[in-house]
């Protein structure tokens, strides 16, 4: 059997990610803003903003910048992609 390759765990814990992410924002949705459940899990645990940058192309100017937030859901789905990763195929 072939060996698992490292750009591959690196794109299954990348959407892992993404897909926790995107469960504690849909759960965020729903949930009063003062709710207890809302500040412990779905407000943003760690938070990263770079940019933004300008690039000036005298006809467009282009604007790039990113935000990371990770909330709790997030870790839940980098650890449930850890599991499928080790466990799978």
């Given at each position: 059997?072939?060996?698992?390759?490292?750009?591959?765990?690196?794109?299954?814990?990348?959407v892992?990610?993404?897909?926790g992410?995107?469960?504690g924002?849909l759960?965020?949705?729903?949930?009063p803003?003062?709710?207890?459940?809302?500040?412990a899990l779905?407000?943003?645990?760690l938070?990263?903003?770079?940019?933004?940058?300008?690039?000036?192309?005298?006809i467009?100017v282009?604007?790039?910048?990113?935000?990371i937030?990770?909330?709790?859901?997030?870790?839940?789905?980098?650890?449930?992609?850890w599991?499928?990763?080790?466990?799978?195929?």
């Open positions: 059997m072939r060996g698992k390759s490292i750009g591959r765990l690196i794109i299954t814990l990348f892992g990610l993404l897909i992410g995107a469960l924002q759960l965020g949705l729903f949930l803003a003062d709710h207890i459940v809302a500040k779905v407000s943003p645990l938070v990263y903003e770079a940019g933004p940058w300008d690039l000036n192309l005298m467009i282009l604007t790039f910048g990113f935000d937030n990770i909330n709790f859901f997030s870790i839940l789905g980098i650890v449930g992609a599991y499928y990763h080790k466990y799978s195929y």
